[in-house]
């Protein structure tokens, strides 16, 4: 009696497995420029938030101090966190000391 050899294990082909790697690479292709795009305006908004806290701060300490603060009289009496520098995307923020408004301080680079 002769014993037949029966192919009985299941699995994937190397052509599978290059169909799914050449999906799973457009799908990358795809997702990641839309991921950084919407990564600039997430920090753009995170941003804008930041001021207007600042800008929150700012009028509290002028009603309670009756004098417009600047960054380091607002950390240093705790009316904002000391861990964080300027805004997400770090640029950093500025109090104008005459109107106390705040404004994201403008970069130098060229």
């Given at each position: 009696m002769k014993k037949k050899m029966?192919?009985?294990?299941?699995g994937f082909t190397l052509i599978e497995m290059m169909i799914v790697m050449l999906i799973i690479s457009v799908l990358l292709i795809i997702t990641i420029p839309n991921v950084t795009k919407h990564?600039?305006?997430?920090?753009?908004k995170g941003c804008q938030a930041y001021v207007k806290m600042v800008q929150a701060e700012v009028q509290a300490y002028q009603v309670d101090k009756n004098k417009i603060p600047t960054l380091t009289e607002l950390k240093?009496?705790?009316?904002?966190?000391?861990?964080?520098q300027g805004c997400p995307?770090?640029?950093?923020?500025?109090?104008?000391?005459?109107?106390?408004e705040v404004t994201v301080a403008q970069s130098t680079e060229s």
């Open positions: 029966v192919n009985s294990e299941k990564n600039s305006n997430i920090n753009e240093s009496e705790g009316y904002i966190k000391d861990d964080k995307n770090g640029k950093a923020v500025e109090i104008n000391a005459s109107t106390g």
